[in-house]
């Protein structure tokens, strides 16, 4: 299972940015795949998933704000995060794992590297 991260960056407050997930044609059609996040000083939180059907699930700190599209023949997962906030500062992860509660609590096996997301105030 491969994956990488890429697509973090500076960005003001209240600006947006996209990072992307691209993952192996096996992993694309077999597992969900999940982005989680982590701060200096911080646990890793999850921030959301997209399920290999469409299905979306989202942390309550990112519900509203953050939305996924997929391109299927690139095998990439984006996450497009608007309205951003100081506190969404840092190092964004996806992962890859089957849907549900393993997933959405970080339990999971496929992790691809980070990316940085920095938000000013």
């Known amino acids: 299972v491969q994956l990488q991260a890429y697509g973090g960056g500076l960005v003001q407050a209240g600006g947006s940015l996209r990072v992307s997930c691209a993952a192996s044609?096996?992993?694309?059609?077999?597992?969900?795949i999940g982005w989680f996040r982590q701060a200096p000083g911080k646990e890793r939180e999850f921030v959301a998933a997209?399920?290999?059907?469409?299905?979306?699930y989202f942390a309550d700190s990112t519900k509203g704000r953050f939305t996924f599209s997929r391109d299927n023949a690139k095998n990439t997962v984006f996450l497009q995060m608007n309205t951003l906030k100081p506190e969404d500062t840092a190092v964004y992860y996806c992962?890859?794992?089957?849907?549900?509660?393993?997933?959405?609590?970080?339990?999971?096996?496929?992790w691809g590297q980070g990316t940085q997301v920095t938000v000013s105030s």
């Open positions: 992962a890859a794992a089957p849907w549900g509660r393993n997933l959405f609590t970080g339990r999971v096996r496929f």
């Open positions: 044609e096996r992993t694309f059609s077999s597992y969900a």
């Open positions: 997209i399920n290999w059907n469409g299905s979306t």
